[in-house]
């Protein structure tokens, strides 16, 4: 998903604008989520950029998108741009426990 919202109309308020935009990524991710793995992922991980434009996006994690979203409202931007790129992700193995010391003097 590359898009760009735009926070301003005649008619429709800009925090109404804000919550389609919020929900539209909310709906992207879960779509997203629910595709089928390709072999040998774990799970769908995500690439995330925000800004006002996009040359000026920076990247940003999955989970602070609704709070750029908020923020730019509350600074009264014109339009933001928003690029979710999706990429299976691999979980990393967990070390095995430390062993046990045998509390024996």
């Not at 804000?18 to 793995?37: D, F, G, Q, T, W």
């Not at 994690?61 to 979203?69: E, S």
């Amino acid at each position: 998903m590359k898009k760009t919202f735009t926070l301003t109309h005649p008619k429709i308020k800009a925090a109404r604008l804000a919550e389609a935009a919020r929900c539209e990524v909310r709906r992207y991710l879960k779509r997203s989520r629910n595709r089928e793995r390709p072999e040998g992922a774990d799970f769908w991980d995500f690439d995330c950029k925000f800004g006002p434009t996009a040359e000026a996006a920076q990247a940003i994690a999955v989970a602070g998108i609704g709070k750029a979203i908020c923020d730019a409202e509350a600074r009264q931007a014109e339009s933001f741009y928003v690029e979710i790129l999706a990429k299976p992700g691999h979980r990393a193995a967990q070390p095995p426990p430390p062993p046990e010391s045998g509390g024996e003097p």
